[in-house]
């Protein structure tokens, strides 16, 4: 394998996961890998955060489902600060933890707490995507409509404003379920890239020899991505589309890490290949099958 470049969306991807590929030494040494700080995370601090808290605090849900990591680490911030923090955790200990995946299980596992993967158990081909979500509380509404259970299962699931833009707000109307999307965090581009050693690698592009590769890790990325590109690097993006704008970075191929991310891309006329698995190791093992 020739020396390539790996750009991805997400500055928490380190050279790790990709030595986690079971890929010789020999190619991991051509390997570069470029992970763009694209997005800052800003908490939400509102009414709904405080209620769904005093709820939580009371024993009224059943269940907490995290779509994220970033779901996670917001919830548990935010958590310590309410006055009856140790009231909450308590009643977290009680409840049902589904995450949408291995990493988002992995980080929640940090803050103590055991989870299952929810998906429909008909799936065998897992690929940790929100319609698995989907499924999974469709199945749980048929299981309740059939068992007539005392009380209507309650569930939390700690949000980004961003999932309704990214066309992932689940509308499904439930009658033997109770779902509470609540919005606690919102995601916005990087005012700040400027002092990036890692968007300097990115500008040095156009004069590199070697092939570039770029991954979209979510849709708020992918509108992030161009939205830094338009408003603080007008000299590769001047009168460009954002198709032209990836040509004149010299990217060869672009992954796109799931449907939603797919959608987004669509919007935006530009080719790319989808990873079979939903996640940042599915989208980098499919882009490393795409190179050899």
């Not at 005012?191 to 300097?200: A, D, L, M, Q, R």
């Not at 500008?203 to 979209?216: G, S, T």
Request: charged share 30%; hydrophobic share 35%.
């Amino acid at each position: 394998m020739e020396k390539i470049i790996i750009v991805i969306t997400n500055e928490g991807v380190l050279m790790n996961d990709i030595q986690n590929q079971n890929i010789d030494q020999v190619h991991i040494d051509k390997i570069e890998l470029i992970a763009l700080p694209t997005m800052s995370v800003n908490k939400i601090e509102s009414k709904e955060v405080r209620e769904c808290f005093k709820r939580l605090s009371k024993g009224l849900y059943n269940y907490c489902i995290f779509l994220s990591s970033n779901a996670v680490k917001i919830f548990f911030e935010m958590a310590k600060n309410e006055h009856n923090y140790e009231r909450i955790i308590k009643e977290l200990n009680k409840i049902n933890m589904i995450v949408i995946g291995p990493k988002t299980k992995k980080i929640l596992r940090g803050y103590g707490f055991d989870s299952k993967i929810g998906s429909s158990t008909n799936i065998i081909d897992k690929k940790y995507s929100s319609s698995e979500i989907i499924e999974f509380l469709e199945t749980l509404e048929r299981e309740c409509k059939t068992k007539h259970p005392k009380e209507i299962p309650k569930i939390l699931m700690p949000r980004s404003a961003e999932s309704v833009k990214s066309n992932n707000y689940i509308n499904t109307k439930f009658k033997y379920i109770i779902l509470d999307q609540v919005f606690f965090y919102e995601t916005r581009e990087n005012k700040n890239v400027s002092n990036s050693e890692e968007w300097k690698k990115l500008m040095e592009l156009p004069n590199r020899v070697e092939k570039a590769y770029l991954i979209f890790t979510s849709p708020s990325t992918v509108r992030s991505f161009f939205k830094i590109i338009y408003h603080q690097f007008s000299q590769i993006s001047d009168r460009k589309s954002e198709r032209e704008v990836l040509q004149a970075l010299n990217i060869n191929k672009v992954v796109s890490i799931g449907p939603k991310t797919s959608f987004e891309l669509n919007k935006n006329k530009i080719n790319f290949t989808e990873s079979s698995e939903y996640t940042i190791d599915g989208a980098l093992d499919s882009l490393l099958r795409l190179i050899k």
